[in-house]
């Protein structure tokens, strides 16, 4: 199993080779597929979807998410040793924003649905017959219920954290989880000192923790950090310096507390004027 992966889009959009190589694994364990298959993604915007719409499908408009199977029999058996191509999948960035608008969820929700969708028609499924949508809206929500599952675990653990918090002076107790690329989590809670300018924070802890142990902020996936408070909890300003530097600038952050409400946002939305070392030169 092989993903492709080009991005013509925004910069931040890298971070979806990850994204999609994880829905690409959840998809194949789920149907049991075991084939050596390569599949093509392209991250695009709206005029180069426009144009293959157009000339490919007599569409003269943009769409979200269009796939070209090569390998269109899901009956036919691939290759388990040579990699066999099944298709490409062309997602446009400009279309999957404006829908994550309209629909009321994160532009990951809905990336990580067209690439779901996308996958799935190169596997054979399709949506024409109200039988057929049935097993295919399934699937794409049984997918994707589990992969957005991991939201939450990381959260749950960002929340398990805070039995690590050493708070004598507060007894207010911070939790945070930092996800890598390779399914290690590293975990950081606040740490009190009577001199009070020598406290750290679980934010912080978290993310040297990672440091510590040989990872970099190409490794972070994810950020998540959880209090007892009303709201989610959200970094201090010192914290976010140090996330703004340490951590990938478009890579989600979820801010939360320990009765479930969780709130995402990101290093560049959380302190849009960060000081860097571009500033000291």
């Given at each position: ?109 809905e990336m990580s649905f067209l690439f779901v969708h996308g996958l ?162």
């Amino acid at each position: 199993m092989e993903l492709d992966f080009i991005n013509n889009g925004k910069k931040e959009f890298d971070n979806y080779e990850f994204v999609f190589n994880e829905l690409m694994k959840k998809t194949f364990l789920r149907l049991n597929i075991k084939s050596n298959y390569v599949v093509d993604v392209t991250i695009c915007d709206n005029a180069f979807i426009h144009e293959i719409n157009r000339d490919y499908r007599g569409v003269d408009r943009p769409t979200d998410v269009i796939s070209f199977a090569f390998f269109d029999d899901k009956e036919e058996k691939a290759s388990d040793i040579i990699p066999t191509s099944l298709g490409e999948i062309i997602i446009s960035y400009e279309k999957a924003e404006e829908q994550a608008v309209l629909y009321g969820h994160t532009v990951k929700r809905e990336m990580s649905f067209l690439f779901v969708h996308g996958l799935l028609h190169l596997l054979g499924y399709d949506h024409m017959k109200t039988e057929d949508e049935k097993i295919m809206f399934g699937l794409q929500n049984e997918i994707l219920g589990g992969h957005m599952m991991e939201v939450k675990e990381l959260v749950e653990k960002a929340i398990e954290a805070r039995k690590l918090a050493y708070t004598p002076y507060s007894h207010f107790n911070v939790g945070a989880a930092i996800l890598c690329k390779d399914g290690e989590v590293f975990l950081g809670a606040n740490i009190e000192n009577s001199s009070y300018p020598l406290c750290m924070c679980a934010e912080r802890n978290a993310i040297y923790n990672a440091y510590l142990h040989g990872k970099t902020k190409n490794d972070f996936v994810a950020l998540a950090l959880a209090a007892d408070t009303e709201g989610p909890c959200s970094p201090c300003g010192a914290c976010r310096q140090v996330i703004s530097e340490l951590f990938p600038s478009e890579a989600p952050i979820y801010m939360a507390n320990i009765k479930g409400l969780i709130q995402e946002t990101n290093a560049k939305e959380l302190l849009p004027f960060a000081f860097s070392g571009d500033d000291l030169k």
